[in-house]
């Protein structure tokens, strides 16, 4: 167990060192100049270099890599000149809109997933099952930000059951006193329920649109997983030394169909905790994907470049966690000679 | 599967029996099937809406007309204009145009820079195998979109670094799988013989390992073809696709995206629509060819 511990970590640690190595190249491979881009086109030679000293850009490219990769990791994210802050207490600022809207979508995706799942797979109604496919594949081909837009449409323009694109709470609401961040979870701890409940609906669109792509997805691998599973001889086992159909499906098909799927379950959290530049957008929603997109239109690379890079990281973290809770789960996981072959 | 390409003698020239076949069994599956024909169907209207429409009809996607501008669907404008008046349906037409000849293009350079590093990664092993595949996890790293919008912001936002960071992207899918699609293949006793008659490494790669990949190929190629739509229309529609005047659909619902709130849906909702049906077919499309090449994965369709 130990081994296959820190032979991931190690795993992740190359990862994230391959995943620097080539953000920091594709952001260095800019044809425009970054000091021209701070300056502006007026700027003396003089300063130009000035400028291209102090953000070293006369150096080596090994020696700006290794700049690079230090300060990120001494925390100098670099410093945003169209906010006038650095990018790292942006990032921090912004962080706990992103991570609210990550848990609830994820929360909310892989609850519904799981549900729908079961039900195509527990009844074996054709139509049921016809259902949830034709539904898994819409939802895959849906584009999360024009589901946002259609969405915003329908329950906030034309019915009025949902608020629009104005961010976690009402424009001019007050925040709940922050303990954890996350609003629904601060409004609880204060007693506070009214503003717990419009931090629930504004999540709601959001977190569908965001979700969209993850849910059809887990719900075709999760499917397809509890057929295979239904098919193994120890549930024949189950079901012939008496056990309910419900409890044998419970208790031995599920686990085992669900294994599979806390991969790509990982790979969605990473993805979300990254922070979705386009669901954001779409709602106006101020987490670290709005923050980039403003950073987009400005031209404010420092930002896009920090976040590159935390992408990778955020990804490579969870996923590390995920294969670390994997290999605890699965004892399978754990004799690497079995899977190796 | 293994087993049954153990015992079919590997042919040494001249197309092989199977090849036709998989043809034949891919022409019967659509007439017959109905949920793959519905599909294909939606496609076949979509490539005649993008490459016909401009044939007969008279609008230009770029032609501005303030006077008639923000006008709902109608007769003239089936589906209405934009906020300078444009015809919103030769703009989605274009859009159509574009987005499949674009993704076409990526899901091409794709499969063939990732399918010629697979192969020769799992064919010469070792030291370039090693690093290819480091390189693969490190674009593995991040999430997909992320990483194709960095490489737009570094190489100069456009339709162009749109599609080369977007085929960057798929480029570790082509990569890893026709890897072990090599090495399966490489251990087969066929393999073995041809090596053992004299073939030398590169005619036994593209005589023999390469048509037994195609299969593979071709089910990832199907699947990254929708993706590439979705991924384009997404980053236009973030600004880093295409840019202003472009009526690429991602762009066109950024720009329709005001209008929706004021009761001007159809400026956002028509290109967003025309994307949802067009990648849902793709995938329904790409799900099928999967369970007719691979039939080990055709529990999928129980």
Redesign the interface.
Known sequence: MARVIVYRILGSI???F??S???FL???????DPARVILGPLASPKALVEVRHELGLDKSLFVQYWDYITSFLSGNWGYSYTLNAPVKSLFVERFPATIELALFSFIFTMATAIALALLSTYRRRPVTDGVVRGAS??G???????LG??L??IF??SLHWLP??EGRLGIGAEAPPSATGLYPIDALLAGDLSTFWESIRHLILPSIALGVASFSFIV?LL??NL??VSREPFLIVARGKGLARWTAFRRHALPNAFLPTLTTAGLVL??FL?GS??VE??FDWPGIGSLV?EA??KQD?AI?QA??LF??LM??AVNLIVDLLYAAIDPRVRIPAVTAT | MIGDEGITPALPDGPSPREAGRAGRIAKAIRSDRQLLIPVAVLVLILLFAFLVPTFWPESPSKQDLISALQPPSGSHPMGTDQLGRDVLARVSEGARISLVVALLVTLGGAVVGGVIGLFAGTLGGAPDGIAM??M???????P???A???T????VGLSTAALGIALVSVPWYARLLRSEALRIRSLPFVEAAHAMGATKSRIIARHVVPHCMPVLAIQMAAAF?YAI?AL??LS????GAQVPTPEW?AM?TEG?QF??T?Q?WI??FP?FF??????????VA?CIRDILDPRGS??R?
Do not use: N
């Not at chain 1, 895959?140 to 024009?146: D, E, I, K, M, N």
């Not at chain 2, 994307?275 to 329904?284: D, G």
């Open positions: 190359a990862a994230v391959g995943a190595l080539l953000a594709i952001m260095r491979a800019l044809p425009g594949y819409l895959f081909g849906t584009p999360p930000f024009f837009v259609l915003l449409i906030f323009k629009g694109p075709r499917r397809a057929l295979e990473g993805e990254a530049v386009l957008r779409v997109y987009i239109v690379f896009v976040f590159v992408s990778a990804f490579v | 480091r390189v996890d490190a674009i593995l790293a991040f999430p979109l992320i990483l919008m960095a490489v912001v570094g190489l100069g929708g979705l229309a997404g529609f973030i600004g880093l991602g619902i995206q929706t709130l009761g849906w956002a909702i967003g994307l949802l049906i067009t990648v849902t077919a793709t995938s329904m799900d529990y999928a129980i």
